[in-house]
C-alpha cells in the first residue's frame, strides 16, 4: 500500500510517501499566497521525484493550516494528530513533542503508540513562531538561516521580555540603538521564544524523551534554548520539518 501526506503550512507545504511503513521520499516548497495550489504542486514534485503516478497512490491524508483546501485528498486530520504519528515513527522512545511551525507552536505529549494524550497550542499570536523570527531577522538585517550559529557566538544574552512580535520588534530595536551585539540579540530572542515554550509545556506535563519538530527545528540556537529551559535534550530528526506530513501518510495506511 502506498500512501500520501501533504501538509501544507503558512510557509511552506510539505508531502511525503509511505510503501508498506517505510519512508519513500520527502518533499518541501514554499507555500506561497495559494495553499491550493500549493498543495498540488508539492505534490506533484514528490510524485516526480519518486517516479510515480498520482494512480499508484491508495490514500492521501493532508494536514496543517492549509489542509481543507487540499480538495483530493481523502480526508484532512489536525496536525497536532500527524505530528504524534509521525514522531513515534521516527522514534518510538519519543514521549513529548515541540512543534514551532510558521504561526503557531505547539507542545503535545504522546502514548508509546504515538496516540495524543494532550496538548497546549499558541495559535492566537505570532510570537515563538517562524514568522516572529522572520521579523526579528528583518529588524536586525541579519539572514535567517545564519541565526541559530550566531546565536551560539553570544557572550551576554539579551533580555526580550516582550512576547508580542510588535513590541518584541520595539524592544530588538532599542537594543540596536544602545550598541548591544546582534549575537547577544539573537541568543535573546531565542531564550524568549525558550520562556513561551516552556510555559505551555509546563501545562501539560511535557516529559522525556522529547522531539522538536517543524521547520524551526532547523535553528540550533532555538534548540539549545529549549533545551535549557526544559533542562532535558531536545531529539532533532533530519526530518523534523516534514513529521507532519508523514504522520498524514501514516494515518492514510489506516483508511480503508
Keep these: 500500500m502506498i500512501t500520501a501526506g501533504i501538509d501544507v ?3 511552506s507545504a510539505k508531502a511525503a510517501i ?3 511503513h517505510e519512508l519513500l521520499g520527502s518533499c518541501v516548497i514554499l507555500t506561497g499566497y495559494n495553499s491550493r495550489n500549493a498543495g498540488r504542486q508539492v505534490f506533484d514534485r514528490i510524485l516526480s521525484e519518486l ?5 499508484q497512490i491508495d490514500k492521501i491524508i493532508a494536514t496543517g493550516y492549509g489542509r481543507n483546501s487540499i480538495e483530493f485528498a481523502d480526508k484532512a486530520v489536525t496536525e497536532i494528530t500527524c505530528h504524534a504519528a509521525g514522531a513515534n ?3 518510538p522512545e519519543i514521549r513529548s513533542i515541540i512543534d514551532i511551525g510558521g504561526q503557531d507552536s505547539k507542545a503535545i505529549v504522546i502514548n508509546d503508540k504515538g496516540k495524543v494524550q494532550d496538548f497546549s497550542m499558541n495559535d492566537k499570536c505570532a510570537a515563538g513562531t517562524g514568522r516572529f523570527l522572520e521579523v526579528m531577522a528583518r529588524a536586525l538585517e541579519v539572514d535567517l538561516d545564519a541565526f541559530g550559529e550566531l546565536s551560539l ?7 526580550i521580555s516582550s512576547l508580542c512580535t510588535v513590541f518584541a520588534e520595539s524592544e530588538v530595536i532599542s537594543l540596536i540603538a544602545k550598541g548591544e551585539k546582534r549575537e547577544n540579540i539573537i541568543a535573546g530572542i531565542h531564550a524568549s521564544i525558550g520562556s513561551r515554550v516552556m510555559a505551555m509545556g509546563k501545562r501539560i506535563g511535557i516529559t522525556s524523551p522529547v522531539m522538536m519538530t517543524g521547520g524551526v ?5 532555538v534548540v539549545k534554548a529549549l533545551e ?3 533542562n532535558t535534550p531536545i531529539i532533532v530528526s533530519t526530518h523534523a520539518q516534514v513529521n507532519g506530513a508523514i504522520g498524514a501518510a501514516l494515518i492514510a495506511s489506516t483508511l480503508s
Excluded at 527545528?217 to 540556537?221: C, E, M, R, T
Aim: hydrophobic content about 40%; aromatic content about 6%.
Design 153 to 159: 557566538q553570544a557572550d551576554n544574552i539579551a533580555s
Design 18 to 20: 509511505i510503501k508498506d
Design 89 to 91: 515513527f521516527l522514534n
Design 9 to 11: 503550512g503558512s510557509i
Design 217 to 221: 527545528a532547523k535553528n540550533i540556537g
Design 228 to 230: 535549557e529551559k526544559f
Design 51 to 55: 517516479h510515480l503516478s498520482e494512480s
